[in-house]
């Protein structure tokens, strides 16, 4: 779930478990008028503040097709200073730590440090990556109701989704500060294809940076890795989106080396990110390489979409989690100019 994902990467987000009875009241899934726009704009605009500027620490799990997932999350707003770690509770060990645009990824198991420059808009629970306007134009605002989300009060609104080219999402916000405690895309149904949410939350903790970042000092023993990501213009790098799909704007663009840059036939990707303010698109181009690139499709997964195609001597992947439709029209939108 791109709004949802980054915590479970493209992406990674971390996931609720399902309320074991349902809403707390005896709505209609689609509530029948949209709350003013002012409302709209300052509910958004609330959250947004609250995931930056709070600090908390809690456990999230991430839900999709019946498996779930946990992590824990600590994060601390200090100064000019942002600060996350995420520590993943399943699977192979790792943890991340990000100190503003700076992310450390660590692999105990393997002593494998990864070092990037990430953006953490749009990872739950800060899911708008735009301002209120953009989201706005592609969704609907509804109060739907309240409820109760890790032991504290919530507000539940529906993003509606104005067109089929992106799902619905229903969204879960504290009271008291407008921090989202959980989320969920839903089918045009209105069932739930994904969630995401905390099972447990500590408000307004004493920040710790000093402490978060413990583990960075103790890299003796770690390999290294930093990968390097140059922002471009897509059209510098001779391709060319024509029309977008209604709603969605470029975010950024950049060219990943896949490794270390130092390893001379390190794989070079091309990467443009496109959103509308609640969820997003990426797509990958690569140059084509038979060994590697040969499944041309696959099911969605949750609300997660895959289209791959071939461009003469190119490979391109668009993921995101939005129907498959909604790919389709980006791959016969991307063009090669040379």
């Given amino acids: 779930?791109?709004?949802?994902?980054?915590?479970?990467?493209?992406?990674?987000?971390?996931?609720?478990?399902?309320?074991?009875?349902?809403l707390a009241w005896a709505q209609p899934a689609w509530p029948p008028e949209p709350d003013a726009p002012h409302?709209?704009?300052?509910?958004?605009?609330?959250?947004?503040?609250?995931?930056?500027?709070?600090?908390y620490r809690g456990t999230l799990v991430v839900s999709?097709?019946?498996?779930s997932s946990a992590s824990r999350l600590v994060h601390y707003a200090d100064g000019s200073v942002q600060a996350e770690r995420i520590d993943w509770l399943d699977g192979e060990s790792r943890l991340m730590i990000r100190l503003n645009e700076v992310q450390h990824t660590l692999w105990p198991r393997s002593r494998l440090a990864v070092v990037e420059s990430r953006d953490a808009r749009s990872a739950f629970p800060a899911v708008f990556a735009t301002g209120a306007?953009?989201?706005?134009?592609?969704?609907?605002?509804?109060?739907?109701?309240?409820?109760?989300?890790?032991?504290?009060?919530a507000e539940v609104v529906l993003m509606r989704a104005r067109d089929p080219l992106?799902?619905?999402?229903?969204?879960?916000?504290?009271?008291?500060?407008?921090?989202?405690?959980?989320?969920?895309?839903?089918?045009?149904?209105?069932?739930v294809l994904e969630s995401v949410g905390f099972t447990e939350l500590a408000l307004g903790v004493r920040p710790q940076i000093d402490q978060l970042q413990a583990p960075l000092r103790q890299l003796?023993?770690?390999?290294?890795a930093k990968a390097t990501a140059l922002?471009?213009?897509?059209?510098?790098?001779?391709?060319?989106?024509?029309?977008?799909?209604?709603?969605?704007?470029e975010l950024h663009c950049v060219?990943?080396?896949?490794?270390?840059?130092?390893?001379?036939?390190?794989?070079?990707?091309?990467?443009?990110?496109?959103?509308?303010?609640?969820?997003?698109?990426?797509?990958?181009i690569e140059p084509f390489q038979p060994e590697r690139h040969q499944a041309r499709a696959s099911a969605p997964v949750g609300a997660t979409s895959t289209l791959t195609l071939r461009r003469d001597a190119y490979w391109i992947t668009l993921v995101g989690d939005v129907p498959a439709e909604t790919l389709q029209r980006f791959g016969e939108a991307l063009v090669r100019r040379r």
């Fill in 133 to 153: 306007r953009q989201v706005l134009e592609s969704y609907e605002w509804r109060r739907i109701g309240r409820d109760r989300v890790a032991g504290l009060d």
């Fill in 255 to 284: 060219r990943r080396v896949l490794g270390p840059a130092s390893e001379p036939n390190a794989p070079v990707v091309l990467q443009a990110i496109y959103g509308d303010g609640l969820t997003h698109v990426s797509v990958f």
């Fill in 64 to 67: 999709v097709n019946g498996l």
């Fill in 166 to 191: 992106r799902f619905s999402q229903r969204l879960w916000s504290e009271l008291g500060s407008g921090l989202l405690l959980r989320a969920e895309i839903l089918s045009p149904a209105g069932q």
């Fill in 231 to 249: 922002p471009v213009r897509l059209e510098s790098e001779g391709w060319q989106l024509g029309a977008l799909p209604a709603g969605f704007r």
């Fill in 39 to 55: 409302d709209a704009r300052a509910w958004v605009s609330r959250s947004q503040d609250a995931a930056a500027r709070r600090n």
């Fill in 220 to 224: 003796d023993n770690y390999r290294v």
């Fill in 1 to 22: 779930m791109s709004s949802l994902r980054p915590r479970r990467q493209l992406c990674l987000a971390v996931i609720g478990p399902c309320l074991a009875s349902g």
